[in-house]
């Protein structure tokens, strides 16, 4: 059923492990021998919320998250979380800081403007956000309500490397695209949120992670489903939570744990970008625009510096089985995503097929 | 591997389609041979595109939904739209019209306070929710912005049989519970909404069929998620929809389809329903609180007046294979929720072991 698997580079929603997806095909219409499908069990029964329990817990122990901070399962992916935030949070002091350092925390950044006023801690937009603010650069307010920013930025290929030093100000983290590639400490943040399409779940569920001193001062229109407060007080249950991606992620954490946790996912993600950055650095054909201390072990971006031959090459590695590598359009080039659940081998085959296309492009 | 399945009368999430849930499972590692699973495509791919397109043009065809119409997939719920509605259409006069049948559309008046002057236009709370008003009954203003109601009350198995009249004034309903079960006439609506984890598809995706010329109209601080005017532009696309739950959505529309549309829901809706009623009104143990005019065809609330006796029922139910009968809290006593993918077999097997249990505690 299976047989044919191909390299899907894809910035998400991206690959997930052939091992998880197997299990979920195999118990698609009678899972755990309960005679249903996860999609079609009440949220509120009790094998549904052993499940859910059973994944909070996991990613509890996986991400060692401390007991004063909540884990919610949300929807709406980050960009509902660019209002959520300052919807809960802005009422503070009126204000926040925000670090640019790419498209999301742009638009993140956009849309709090609606709430109050945001201050611009960094903008990398003068080198085409291709490096990462050093902490002597920040610009830091500490009135502000919480200080912004993302850490991985997944169309311009940069990684923070440090988590900033804001003092008394409550650090929130969008880690859509870098959530569960390494051990982090939780407790130097106030609000970590990811969406689950790259290396948690598929599309549709957004993970939050909060202290829970933080929530309380929402505005009177913030909705009841986007109240923090409410959320916790209700365990994700104010509604029906998207249960078959709770599920999923439950899958997902199981198969990291058995890799080894986060240590084990740090090491494969050192492993799969150096394969690549290496190759890029030693190249005639390829570059990587990326300032070496800032490149993301996520997102590796490259061209040739040739449309026409940037375009070729995405064709060509489509054909040998290398899936979605156009580059994003605000960057152009090409882009390899390489999250948790891409091989190493997946980034050793693409890197000789760069080696076999350069030969012949030189 | 499927072997045992039960019959699963839960009120939402609830069963889906066994042919629905084979497929999905089938090509659960490799999409049309793609080499990837549909949870792992980029939403801007060609072929979850197309999945979305085709999703979209099928549920137009079934539901009839006119050119002047957009459909959207959305995430968080009819409790988002609870404040989405008033967010986007509440400026228009600042006052719109309600009309509590129940649970919800209690939660959605609530709700929509935080954004204007909301009208009673009927509470049924008088006689605990067993009926629906009937137009005459229904106090309108013609300055609303919008007249709101829920067209089946989950909890208390009630369901509209008409559409109100309204005048120029746009009709926001909640289909929630009963859409795709009957053909309706959408030109007579404003706006439409259901989450789909009842008669659609797993939790996590809300489907919107709004008019065109509704949007536009937003409060300054309502999120970029919640713009209906920013994802009709993007057809859904603002940020990663819940790519999985659309493409088993379009399973659905294909099953539908496959069965003769909408015409033969309605005709297995009243099949199912006719055969729980009927036992219902000649029963000396079961007895049903619904006025008969205004009973669902989708749940169907019943109780012997016994706690005691209710909850052994329930208990022997579950041992005989029939799965979540048990009435919502703030109602008691059971529930049969008979969606599309109920069979009438399941009923037909109720009725029997529900003839079964009369007799031995008369």
Chains 1, 2 share one sequence.
Not at 335 to 343: E, H, L, Q, T, V
């Amino acid at each position: 059923m299976a047989s044919k698997r191909v390299y899907n580079f894809s910035a998400g929603p991206s690959m997930l492990p052939l091992e998880c997806l197997e299990k979920a095909g195999s118990e698609i219409t009678n899972f755990n021998n309960t005679g249903m499908s996860v999609m079609e069990m009440s949220h509120r029964s009790k094998v549904f919320t052993s499940i859910l329990q059973e994944t909070k817990a996991g990613l509890k122990g996986l991400m060692k998250i401390p007991d004063n901070y909540e884990i919610l399962f949300l929807q709406g992916g980050a960009t509902l979380q660019f209002a959520m935030v300052p919807m809960n949070l802005m009422s503070r002091t009126g204000k926040a800081d925000y670090a640019i350092t790419g498209n999301f925390s742009g638009l993140a950044y956009n849309e709090a403007r609606k709430y109050g006023t945001c201050n611009t801690a960094a903008d990398t937009k003068d080198r085409n956000h291709t490096y990462i603010p050093a902490q002597q650069e920040l610009i830091t307010d500490k009135d502000a309500s919480y200080f912004y920013y993302c850490a991985n930025n997944t169309i311009y290929g940069t990684e923070w490397k440090y988590i900033p030093e804001t003092g008394d100000v409550p650090i929130v983290c969008d880690m859509s695209s870098n959530i569960l590639s390494c051990p982090v400490d939780i407790s130097k943040y106030g609000i970590i949120f990811a969406g689950a399409q790259k290396n948690m779940s598929p599309a549709g569920l957004t993970v939050v992670i909060i202290r829970k001193d933080l929530p309380g001062r929402q505005f009177d229109y913030t909705p009841v489903m986007l109240n923090y407060e409410v959320m916790i007080k209700k365990d994700s249950m104010h509604n029906t939570p998207p249960c078959y991606n709770i599920y999923m992620l439950g899958l997902v954490v199981k198969w990291i744990e058995q890799k080894g946790g986060l240590e084990a996912m740090e090491q494969l993600k050192k492993e799969r970008s150096s394969l690549l950055y290496d190759f890029l650095d030693n190249s005639g054909l390829f570059k990587c625009p990326v300032e070496p201390d800032s490149r993301s072990g996520m997102n590796v971006v490259f061209s040739t510096g040739d449309n026409e031959l940037d375009t070729r090459f995405v064709s060509e590695a489509e054909k040998a089985g290398f899936f979605n590598l156009k580059g994003h359009r605000s960057v152009g080039g090409m882009r390899a995503s390489i999250y948790n659940a891409m091989p190493v081998e997946g980034v050793k085959k693409l890197v000789e097929f760069m080696k076999d296309f350069e030969l012949k492009n030189k």
